[in-house]
């Protein structure tokens, strides 16, 4: 038997009185606005960016929902990105080296070429946090082209000097060995050994510093240049070392016995390499 309609219409009534009511989500709100109003995908990123990092003041709910969003765009992200960088609150700009890395890990790809100059740019304009991460960074994507921003950081703000000869010796790059030879020979005592070990792991025509050092008129200065030279060294330094053990071998005897020691391991790998390559090669009969 079919119920009578005023019976349905009292439980559906009751029904919608006995939902509770969705409260309101001001912050998914604003993200939607956002994306409506910015018509295409670089627009839609643009707007994200204005709500996570206001010229005025902003509501924080807000903004970090504006930052996660932002970051799902990956890629599509990096012009309404670079442009916060350079434009926003100098106090902002961590948060935006922080959201262009976690836009570059939802790309799933390693460092791009979209994202680098962010990082680099952060170097310029950005606060200390913004630049300790960005050197960070790009210590590990290890790009020829952040060598010269992060010397002229280090340079700019000397709190970061350490982090940047560090960085350059991990990076490896020949144009370092310059400003590392300057803080070798003449920066705070605390950074010379640093910059003496980055020149070593560099190695090639960075070794020369150190090979020059060995030949200085202080003892200090020859003994760095000597412990960052001795795991590095190669045939080509023999005679630099072996002029400083003749003209120095008294700074430090126990260092320059370890010296004789490595000379000599150098020299007995060479005469291996040349008897086996003596042995490899055609013979006449």
Same mark, same amino acid.
Do not use: C
């Given at each position: 038997?079919?119920?009578?309609?005023?019976?349905?219409?009292?439980?559906?009534?009751?029904?919608?009185?006995?939902?509770?009511?969705?409260?309101?989500?001001?912050?998914?709100?604003?993200?939607?606005?956002?994306?409506?109003?910015?018509?295409?995908?670089?627009?839609?990123?643009?707007?994200?960016?204005?709500?996570?990092?206001?010229?005025?003041?902003?509501?924080?709910?807000?903004?970090?929902?504006?930052?996660?969003?932002?970051?799902?765009?990956?890629?599509?992200?990096?012009?309404?990105?670079?442009?916060?960088?350079?434009?926003?609150?100098?106090?902002?700009?961590?948060?935006?080296?922080?959201?262009?890395?976690?836009?570059?890990?939802?790309?799933?790809?390693?460092?791009?070429?979209?994202?680098?100059?962010?990082?680099?740019?952060?170097?310029?304009?950005?606060?200390? +946090? @913004?630049?300790?991460?960005? !050197?960070?960074?790009?210590?590990? #994507?290890?790009?020829? *082209?952040?060598? /010269?921003?992060? %010397?002229?950081?280090?340079?700019?703000?000397?709190?970061?000097?350490?982090?940047?000869?560090?960085?350059?010796?991990?990076?490896?790059?020949?144009?370092?060995?310059?400003?590392?030879?300057?803080?070798?020979?003449?920066?705070?005592?605390?950074?010379?050994?640093?910059?003496?070990?980055?020149?070593?792991?560099?190695?090639?025509?960075?070794?020369?510093?150190?090979?020059?050092?060995?030949?200085?008129?202080?003892?200090?200065?020859?003994?760095?240049?000597?412990?960052?030279?001795?795991?590095?060294?190669?045939?080509?330094?023999? +005679? @630099?070392?072996?002029?400083? !053990?003749?003209?120095?071998?008294? #700074?430090?005897?126990? *260092?320059?016995? /370890?010296?004789? %020691?490595?000379?000599?391991?150098?020299?007995?790998?060479?005469?291996?390499?040349?008897?086996?390559?003596?042995?490899?090669?055609?013979?006449?009969?």
């Amino acid at each position: 038997m079919r119920a009578p309609a005023f019976v349905v219409l009292f439980f559906s009534v009751v029904g919608i009185a006995s939902t509770p009511a969705i409260p309101p989500d001001p912050a998914r709100e604003a993200i939607v606005r956002a994306l409506a109003t910015g018509g295409d995908i670089p627009g839609q990123a643009r707007n994200l960016a204005h709500l996570a990092w206001p010229a005025g003041k902003r509501d924080e709910v807000v903004a970090a929902r504006a930052r996660r969003e932002l970051a799902h765009f990956g890629s599509h992200a990096t012009s309404a990105l670079r442009s916060a960088v350079n434009t926003v609150k100098i106090s902002y700009t961590e948060e935006v080296v922080v959201t262009t890395l976690e836009a570059q890990r939802e790309s799933r790809v390693e460092m791009l070429r979209e994202y680098l100059p962010i990082i680099i740019d952060a170097l310029w304009v950005g606060n200390h +946090g @913004a630049k300790v991460l960005a !050197i960070q960074t790009l210590a590990s #994507d290890r790009n020829a *082209l952040a060598v /010269a921003p992060m %010397i002229d950081s280090a340079i700019a703000d000397p709190s970061l000097a350490r982090q940047v000869v560090e960085a350059l010796g991990v990076m490896r790059y020949q144009q370092a060995r310059f400003y590392l030879e300057t803080i070798m020979m003449e920066g705070p005592p605390v950074l010379r050994p640093v910059a003496a070990s980055s020149l070593a792991q560099i190695g090639g025509a960075a070794l020369a510093p150190l090979k020059n050092a060995l030949k200085a008129p202080s003892r200090d200065a020859r003994l760095l240049a000597v412990r960052a030279l001795l795991p590095a060294a190669t045939e080509y330094d023999l +005679g @630099a070392l072996y002029d400083y !053990i003749e003209k120095h071998g008294d #700074d430090d005897p126990e *260092l320059t016995q /370890a010296l004789k %020691i490595s000379a000599t391991s150098i020299e007995k790998a060479i005469a291996a390499r040349d008897a086996s390559a003596a042995a490899d090669s055609p013979k006449d009969f």
